[in-house]
Structure formats: C-alpha cells, structure tokens
C-alpha cells in the first residue's frame, strides 16, 4: 500500500495549519517540509492505533506509536507499531534501569509539548532517549501522529527512527 492509497480514508485537508505548530517548527527545522503537503487531518480524534488505521485504510501494523515511559523517574520515547505492546522489561533492560513504567499524562505533556495520542516521534519540547522497536522496519511506509490526536503523517520508517534520534531495539511484547 502507497501512502497515496493510504490516505484515502482521510481529509484532503494538506495545510501546514492541519499540524501541531511546534511540530510545524520542527519540520521545517529538521528540512522536512516536502512531508507538510502529507499531513493528513481527520474529522474526529483518533487517540488509539486502531481508530488511526481504521481512519487511514492502512494496516494496524503500520500506525507508529510514540510512548513515554519513565525510567529511573527519566522519560524516554518508545516507537512502537500499531499493532503490538510494548515489553516494559525488554525497555528495562535495554536501558539498565531498576524501574520503568509508563509515564503519566503530565509528565507525557511536560517532555513533549503534546497530548497522550498525539505524540509525534520527533518535535519534542525536551531531548529526550528515544528506542525504535525493530518491527517498524517491516513496512515501506508508517503513519504518525503529527502534534495532535486528528493529524498523522506518512514517512518511510528508517527516515522517521533517523529524525526522532531513535536506536533500533527488540522491545515488542512477544505472544504468549
């Protein structure tokens, strides 16, 4: 699926107005603007991965989940695929830290600049670690929030890890 047909299922709406303007700034700070025109608005929220991909026509796999945790108390970004969990285990031992759990709505908002389900995976207020779950690198093309819970935006996932700063890691919940 391109990013074209995959965005079929959302407004035609391309204006740089549809993103969250610290995430705008962002783009065009980090020489992204050829992504603007891509931006896609939907007409309602979209906070979870599946009404995401629902909205876009695109697989749940697809979706690009940016999740803070909080690590020894320190925020660090998870990029995670729609469609799997993250394995706060896997996190802690990929940090060396005693304790990581997910982090609160407050402290999402003060590390980022954004709302829990429209976290971008770049574009944050602070610097902040951020770990790419392989799994990402499946597809040609991932969608991601871009500032708020109605916009997304399509980028090839190795370019989008390489943007948000992110070190390639196995962090997925396996099934059971």
Not at 80 to 96: F, I, K, N, Q, W
Request: a negative charge; hydrophobic letters at 45%.
């Amino acid at each position: 699926m391109t990013a074209s047909d995959a965005s079929a299922g959302v407004s035609a709406s391309a204006e740089v107005s549809a993103a969250h303007p610290r995430f705008a700034e962002a783009i065009g700070e980090l020489g992204l603007e050829e992504i603007i025109p891509q931006i896609r608005r939907f007409p309602e929220a979209t906070r979870t991965a599946a009404e995401a991909a629902a909205a876009i026509g695109c697989e749940l796999s697809q979706i690009c989940k940016s999740l803070i945790f909080a690590a020894d108390g320190v925020p660090v970004l998870v990029l995670m695929d729609g469609a799997s969990r993250v394995d706060v285990e896997l996190v802690r031992r990929e940090l060396g830290a005693e304790k990581v759990n997910r982090a609160k709505a407050d402290l999402v908002r003060e590390t980022t600049g954004y709302a829990i389900g429209g976290v971008p995976p770049f574009g944050h207020r602070t610097k902040t670690r951020v770990l790419a779950d392989r799994s990402l690198l499946d597809h040609d093309v991932v969608w991601a929030a871009a500032g708020t819970p109605h916009t997304v935006f399509p980028m090839d996932p190795k370019s989008l890890i390489a943007h948000a700063g992110g070190t390639l890691v196995d962090v997925r919940e396996q099934p059971a």
